[in-house]
């Protein structure tokens, strides 16, 4: 995934597509609104709460969607705020192996892999209770989550532990077709616009089986879980652009958010920041060797072009799976792992410690859409926190 992201980013850019480059950015972000981690007590709180797990235990149901009129079947989970019972469930946690059914090839195959992953980038065990009792509280906002090319719905475990804490739901999808184990087969749904779309009706799909308060195809203590009025989006690389595009073909999202990635770029055409008028935010990790300087430059532009309120933060050391729970679970996923090579100049260096980088993001995340789907104007602090001092660089345009 890596050489082929870096290798389709060169060829937008030898074609003439970046609209400027990544050094006249410097003034524009300098002169939008900065973070100030010192404005007093209110705002130290709204930083530290969203730097924490929140007071709810979290449970995870799994579950297969069938969408009958594309033919796609969908393995999906939900992570929701649980009952006080399930605490200790939760600490003990769910192997990521076990998301999928004892005994299938997806099971042995992430065995496998976990076994001999490196642990200091690797979670392989959640912090979340399988199907436990969801807490009595109701309408949950609900983000919906998209995961990167050839990835897992797992991916961002983290963060979806830190948002369901803190009362706010997230599902997400496998993207049938396009998952770790069609990339370790070799027989992978390529990147491009035609498979964007069917990522795009796949976010669609579980959305709409979500939000059926009379539908049958969640477990039944999640049904009617949800507030349809309170509905975010985030990716993380090719789920970053298909957010965007989602942003775009479906009104129920109020809010979404890029991990790693442009939403809108030539590689992969079908989004316009014009055309999306719902606020946006973007983590950019400024050694991303997958989409390069010139993907981060559209990144960028894409903060430059987008409807405001829109933030965009900077992390420093940081490399495209640095925000993910799985970096260098397979070769391919290295890059936030470990060791590196400076985009600038190929000098060695070593990649932000990973549970550093899943905090920042986890941070971020959980400030954004508690500002922008529960109202939590104090968030907005925890979003633009310039912490680690010299790693997060933040911007926002109101």
Same mark, same amino acid.
């Given at each position: 995934m890596t050489t082929r992201f870096?290798? @389709?980013?060169? %060829?937008?850019a030898l074609a003439g597509c970046a609209k400027t480059t990544a050094a006249s950015y410097d003034?524009? /972000?300098?002169?939008?609104?900065?973070?100030?981690?010192?404005?007093?007590?209110?705002?130290?709180?709204? /930083?530290? !709460? #969203?730097?924490?797990?929140? *007071?709810?235990p979290v449970g995870h149901a799994?579950?297969? %969607?069938?969408? $009958?009129?594309?033919?796609?079947?969908?393995? /999906?989970?939900? #992570?929701? *705020?649980?009952? =006080?019972? $399930?605490r200790a469930a939760a600490d003990a946690g769910t192997n990521l192996a076990d998301f999928y059914p004892?005994?299938? *090839?997806?099971?042995? &195959?992430?065995t496998t892999l976990l076994a001999t992953a490196p642990t200091t980038c690797v979670r392989s065990q959640t912090h979340s209770a399988a199907n436990a009792e969801p807490a009595t509280t109701t309408a949950w906002p609900l983000v919906a989550f998209s995961h990167c090319h050839t990835c897992t719905r797992f =991916? $961002?475990?983290?963060?979806? =532990?830190?948002?369901?804490s803190h009362g706010i739901a997230v599902i997400a999808p496998d993207h049938t077709g396009n998952t770790i184990f069609e990339g370790l087969a070799g027989t992978s749904a390529g990147l491009g616009a035609a498979f964007l779309q069917v990522r795009t009706d796949d976010?669609?799909? /579980?959305?709409?089986?979500?939000? !059926?308060?009379?539908?049958? &195809? @969640? *477990?039944?203590?999640?049904?009617?879980?949800?507030d349809p009025t309170r509905?975010?989006?985030?990716?993380?690389?090719?789920?970053?652009?298909?957010?965007?595009?989602l942003l775009m073909d479906d009104p129920r999202p109020k809010a979404g958010m890029a991990l790693a990635v442009p939403m809108a770029?030539?590689? %992969?055409?079908?989004?316009?920041? $014009?055309?999306?008028?719902?606020?946006?935010?973007?983590? %950019?990790a400024r050694e991303d060797n997958s989409i390069l300087e010139v993907g981060n430059s559209f990144i960028r532009q894409d903060y430059a072009d987008a409807n405001p309120p829109v933030w965009l933060l900077e992390v420093a050391d940081a490399g495209h799976f640095s925000f993910s729970d799985i970096a260098g679970i397979i070769a391919n996923f290295d890059a936030g792992c470990g060791k590196g090579q400076r985009m600038a100049d190929q000098s060695d260096f070593t990649y932000l410690d990973n549970a550093t980088a899943r905090g920042i993001g986890a941070r971020a995340v959980g400030a954004f859409f508690g500002q922008t789907l529960r109202g939590e104007t104090a968030a907005d602090e925890a979003l633009m926190a310039a912490e680690p001092a010299g790693v997060v660089f933040p911007s926002e345009r109101k």
């Open positions: 870096a290798a @389709l980013f060169c %060829l937008a003034t524009t /972000v300098s002169q939008d609104v900065s973070a100030d981690t010192t404005d007093g007590a209110d705002a130290a709180a709204a /930083v530290e !709460d #969203w730097r924490k797990d929140g *007071p709810f799994d579950f297969v %969607l069938t969408d $009958a009129a594309r033919s796609r079947t969908l393995r /999906v989970t939900v #992570w929701y *705020p649980a009952a =006080e019972s $399930a004892v005994g299938s *090839p997806e099971h042995a &195959t992430m =991916e $961002a475990t983290t963060i979806a =532990e830190r948002l369901a976010m669609r799909f /579980v959305l709409d089986q979500a939000l !059926d308060p009379t539908g049958t &195809t @969640l *477990p039944a203590n999640l049904r009617g879980k949800f509905i975010g989006a985030l990716g993380h690389s090719f789920g970053g652009v298909t957010v965007g595009k770029q030539p590689l %992969l055409p079908g989004v316009d920041m $014009a055309q999306i008028h719902v606020p946006v935010a973007f983590v %950019l």
